[in-house]
């Protein structure tokens, strides 16, 4: 196969269980891959470190890691120290919600997609998120799309951006199936929130619990280090 | 007048003419403003300087410089030194578009709004831009808009977020005389790309004809302090 034919790719790569699934997919569907990963004053670096191993383990081509401070704009739970993050379920949209984080991600990828020449962005939002979070809505996806062809370059001069989300309908467990299919390693992965820095996960937080069951789900054996619970 | 019910906006202030003029609305319309630069890798520091002296001049009532590394991304004159600042006027879509960046400069103020519960934006792109760059065209700023209000939690609940672009039909000496009739001091701004570290303006770049010839047209007499030309 001549590597030179293949299209690119940027898809944002957390770290966590979801974007690992959503590179090998986008590898799968024959794109070379640039992995994107921001260090946007997460409460822990394990996540950064997981994103690069995931990223180096399932072949992408390149992976940049942006900085960006979003403690300077705080509302989170996951950027702001001074607010916990929920052990319980809650309700409604969670204080681990992040303001517009997906739109900011999006549109760092798209800056990138346009210097490289990709016009196809993967995203790993999914249908667990989307009960909670605005931007892991079909809908967010769909208009952030049509903002892209109009913001660009690219998108002027008749190249549509495609942007990618193919775990939005899948649950936790068909995405831990589609994974295992595709090789994907999820001992490489941090999804917890509150993760030590070994990337050791509490087993407490929402993000924990939806990993665990999704694994119980799914029939495949959890390789997740937990500190307690889950 | 009661402090305590003036809306809250967020301004995109760069530290240039368009900006300052646009804050400058902003204020004039009876909103709190909450002035928002970037720190982005820029070739120069003066137009952050002359941002928060703009900010500061026009009673924002708060200033925050955001940094983030365009530089990683790379594909412009402005932020990659490989690429030389144009001097003579070029045809299509400039070399110091910077890939995606008001979708960036806009997200981060959508974060910065909804920590703050603003549902007002103002950014000062106008129809001169509008002719090469393509996130400064009306249906650009629109399609943000409808983004945004899926992106966020406060448009889920229903509070509607409204992209203000008070420049955009408006030529660059019409946005001189509005500035001037709201006491904009353009001597504290800096519109050159390749300004130098005193602010000085290289008189040559496409930014300063512009600015040049807005100030002439507009009939008012030109603070900019140029090293040569214009």
Redesign the interface.
Known sequence: MNQDVKPRAVVLVSGGLDSATCLAMARAQGFDCYALSFDYGQRHMAELEAAQQVARALGAVDH???????R????SALTDQSIDVPTTPTCG?PVT????????F???A??????IGAQDIFIGVNAVDYSGY??C?P??IK??E???N????A??EGKSFHIHAPLIDLTKAQIIQAGVRLGVDYGLTVSCYSADEKGRACGECDSCRLRAEGFITAGVSDPTPYLKGA
């Open positions: 940049k890691v942006v900085h960006l401070n979003l300077d704009i705080g509302g949209i919600y992040v303001p517009a984080r997906n739109t900011v999006l549109s760092l798209l800056g990138w997609s346009e210097v605005p931007d809505r809908e967010f208009s952030f049509q903002t892209a109009l913001a660009t370059k998108g002027v």
